[in-house]
């Protein structure tokens, strides 16, 4: 069992800056790609960025330039800086691990932009 625990989600102004983290503790056996999604209200869950064990990014186009995607493999822990905050980017953000071929998803965290 694995357990990924998010934070940083919150309530900004447009043109702030947030960090979100993930966690990821339990049965841990190689993590390949951590990364983070995102779900508006009515949407479907897009990607935001996905980084990979080598370093290989991926980044949704609508955050290219403004987030940055990072991780710590010796905490297991992924985060996203978030900055030029912007209204449409209010969304629930979930953390997302490919676990030895396994996928697991956080519970999400809740990022409100208000302009």
């Known amino acids: 069992q694995v357990q990924l625990v998010e934070s940083g989600g919150g309530l900004v102004q447009a043109g702030d800056s947030l960090r979100l983290s993930c966690a990821a503790s339990?049965?841990?056996?190689?993590?390949?790609?951590m990364g983070w999604y995102r779900q508006a209200l009515g949407e479907e869950r897009e990607l935001g960025a996905t980084?990979?064990?080598?370093?290989?990014?991926n980044d949704a186009d609508s955050v290219k330039g403004r987030f940055i995607i990072s991780r710590d493999n010796a905490k297991n822990t992924v985060y996203l800086q978030m900055n030029s905050l912007k209204p449409e980017d209010t969304a629930v953000y979930y953390c997302?691990?490919?676990?030895?071929?396994?996928?697991?998803w956080g519970q999400g965290t809740q990022v409100t932009v208000s302009s």
């Open positions: 339990g049965h841990i056996f190689s993590i390949n790609t």
């Open positions: 980084l990979t064990s080598s370093g290989n990014s």
């Open positions: 997302k691990i490919i676990n030895f071929g396994a996928t697991q």
